[in-house]
């Protein structure tokens, strides 16, 4: 079965940070590209980040620009986003979902279940 | 704000065929194409609809894309109670060097 499980969500401090984490099976990790995509309570849809399949091609919004960093283990079949000063705003459920071959092209096929990341005092 | 436009709701009767749109720009839709994804009560989002008309495995054939110029839209027709759910577009922008997605559109079968 075709599977994104996403962790390491939790409440952490403004300021602080957190790493999440998204675990793949049931398909050929390393040919596609991988990407988080944020949703805060009651909100749409965002892009947060995404890798190409060897990691040559990485992008972020400018929302999170300079403060995130989206990583990959082929090995371990394995997406991780490094979020440091984390602000209020940055306060949603983070999905990890599959790209295609193409990093700028190919639609989101498959979606975790999300993990959630709040920020507070 | 979002990059592309949506109307914030929509709304039809049973059996009836509902369009949402999603408007754009020449460095998004204009010159890339358009996803749809499906996102139900309490759950994560699904693709829809891919590269504009396609659908994945799966999506009954009552679920149509099309794209023109710096705008798309999603037709839903023979609308049925499980439709009840939130449909986001979404398109690579050049401009921006990253996705971008529309605010949503709340379908509600009355």
């Known amino acids: 079965e075709v599977q994104l499980v996403e962790s390491g969500g939790g409440l952490v401090q403004p300021g602080r940070s957190l790493r999440l984490s998204c675990a793949a099976s049931g398909f050929t990790f390393d040919d596609y590209a991988m990407h988080w995509v944020r949703q805060a309570p009651g909100k749409g849809l965002e892009w947060v980040s995404g890798?190409?399949?060897?990691?040559?091609?990485?992008g972020y919004a400018d929302s999170v620009k300079g403060r995130f960093t989206i990583s990959r283990d082929n090995a371990k079949k394995s997406l991780y986003l490094q979020m440091n000063s984390l602000k209020a705003e940055d306060m949603a459920l983070y999905y990890c979902?599959?790209?295609?071959?193409?990093?700028?092209?190919?639609?989101?096929?498959?979606w975790g279940q999300g993990t959630m990341v709040t920020v507070s005092s | 704000q979002s990059v592309l436009t949506q109307p914030p709701s929509a709304s039809g009767t049973p059996g009836q065929t509902v369009t949402i749109s999603c408007s754009g720009s020449?460095?998004?839709?204009?010159?890339?194409?358009v996803n749809w994804y499906q996102q139900l009560p309490g759950t994560a989002p699904k693709l829809l609809i891919y590269s504009n008309n396609p659908r994945p495995s799966g999506v009954p054939d009552r679920f149509s894309g099309s794209k023109s110029g710096t705008s798309a839209s999603l037709a839903i027709s023979g609308l049925q109670s499980e439709d009840e759910a939130d449909y986001y577009c979404?398109?690579?922008?050049?401009?921006?060097?990253?996705?971008?997605f529309g605010g949503g559109t709340k379908l509600t079968v009355l």
């Open positions: 020449s460095s998004n839709i204009g010159s890339n194409t």
């Open positions: 979404a398109a690579w922008d050049d401009s921006l060097r990253g996705w971008v």
């Open positions: 890798i190409s399949w060897k990691s040559g091609i990485i």
């Open positions: 979902a599959k790209g295609g071959y193409s990093y700028g092209h190919d639609a989101f096929d498959i």
